[in-house]
């Protein structure tokens, strides 16, 4: 889309055309679908009250990803500091994740998003480090040592190596 998306018009738009994205990368963050959807709605509140222009469809959308992440990390930082209800029914280390995801999700942060973007989302590492601030060779370096992480992690390696 060309033109520029400001106010309602924006809001509109994004709101039928990136909810679901804005859904999984606050799922792949925070793994709990009521506190993904207290951020998509979060997103989604923040676009209806923000009064800026976006140039296009991909910077408005880059725009609800950055804002979806940092909703994350604001949310992770007030965990951290109150008990959650959920922490008493957590998993035990013990049991094995039974998907791919899983083990993306288990990445430090930086790596998890990188990995996640490119993956399931399908940004180049250019367009991911505008999303999240970094330059382009950072977000490559991200995806190598994320994707060698998963790969020790996948295939039995250890830590010590």
Wanted: aromatic content about 12%; glycine content about 6%.
């Amino acid at each position: 889309m060309a033109v520029k998306l400001r106010g309602r018009d924006a809001f509109s738009y994004a709101f039928n055309e990136y909810m679901d994205t804005v859904y999984r990368v606050a799922y792949h963050n925070t793994q709990s679908e009521a506190d993904a959807q207290d951020i998509t709605q979060e997103t989604f509140m923040k676009l209806l009250d923000d009064s800026r222009s976006f140039k296009d469809a991909e910077h408005l959308k880059a725009w609800l990803i950055r804002v979806t992440i940092n909703l994350c990390h604001n949310l992770y930082r007030s965990a951290k500091k109150t008990v959650r209800l959920d922490e008493s029914f957590a998993m035990p280390e013990s049991v094995q994740a039974e998907s791919v995801l899983d083990y993306v999700r288990a990445l430090p942060e930086n790596y998890k998003n990188a990995i996640y973007l490119h993956y399931y989302e399908g940004y180049t590492a250019e367009e991911i480090g505008g999303i999240l601030g970094a330059k382009t060779n950072t977000v490559l370096s991200w995806l190598s040592r994320g994707r060698e992480i998963l790969r020790r992690q996948m295939t039995g390696g250890f830590d010590g190596e």
